[in-house]
């Protein structure tokens, strides 16, 4: 059983845990099950939690620290009015939900924009990108694209991939804000 590369999730929540100094403020950008969130939850003192299927938000068994927004993930701004210590996104579709429901490169884009403005200094930025379908593998393209020409004398980007699984296995790009 692989401990460091089995799950980019647990590789995400392991790297924010470890490396990210301030955990004040976070926001789940994808609810979905609920796992980041709660993640989160347990981490920050306050965590805003976006998901558009209203079923998924009704489901999550809230904790008293979580906000619960049923809206998109690129109206950040509407929702949340204070600067943030940690921005995660698990890309995608729900598993075990509709498969037609998936997050799309052009809101994905922009809600990673405006998060990397609301994201304070020190800050980290965690997005699982899942390429097994076709919308995850043009949020692949566009994504990377954005992030690979962000200025590097303010962020810091690297990406997880695996070498050795199918070209369509996930991967996990950090961003550190200097
Ligand atoms: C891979 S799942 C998230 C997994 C989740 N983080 C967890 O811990 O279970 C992706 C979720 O993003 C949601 N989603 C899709 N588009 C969205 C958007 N524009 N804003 C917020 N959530 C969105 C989907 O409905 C789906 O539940």
Redesign the pocket.
């Known amino acids: 059983m692989f401990r460091y590369v089995a799950d980019i999730?647990n590789l995400s929540h392991f790297i924010i845990k470890n490396f990210l100094e301030n955990k004040v403020v976070a926001i789940?950008?994808?609810?979905?099950?609920?796992?980041?969130?709660d993640f989160l939850s347990d981490n920050f003192e306050k965590v805003y939690s976006?998901?558009?299927?209203k079923d998924?938000c009704n489901k999550y068994e809230n904790k008293n620290n979580v906000e619960v927004i049923n809206d998109?993930?690129?109206l950040f701004k509407d929702y949340v009015k204070e600067d943030v210590d940690c921005i995660?996104y698990?890309?995608?579709?729900?598993?075990g939900?509709d498969k037609g429901?998936?997050?799309?490169h052009i809101?994905?884009l922009q809600?990673i924009k405006i998060g990397l403005e609301m994201l304070k200094s020190g800050g980290i930025m965690t997005i699982c990108i899942?390429k097994g379908h076709i919308e995850g593998q043009i949020e692949e393209t566009c994504i990377l694209s954005y992030l690979s020409k962000l200025p590097k004398s303010k962020y810091g980007v690297m990406s997880h991939n695996y070498l050795n699984r199918a070209e369509a296995a996930p991967l996990l790009v950090v961003i550190e804000k200097k």
């Open positions: 999730s789940d950008g994808t609810l979905g099950n609920g796992f980041d969130t976006f998901e558009i299927q998924a998109s993930h690129h995660m698990n890309l995608g579709f729900l598993p939900g429901v998936t997050t799309m809101t994905s809600s899942y």
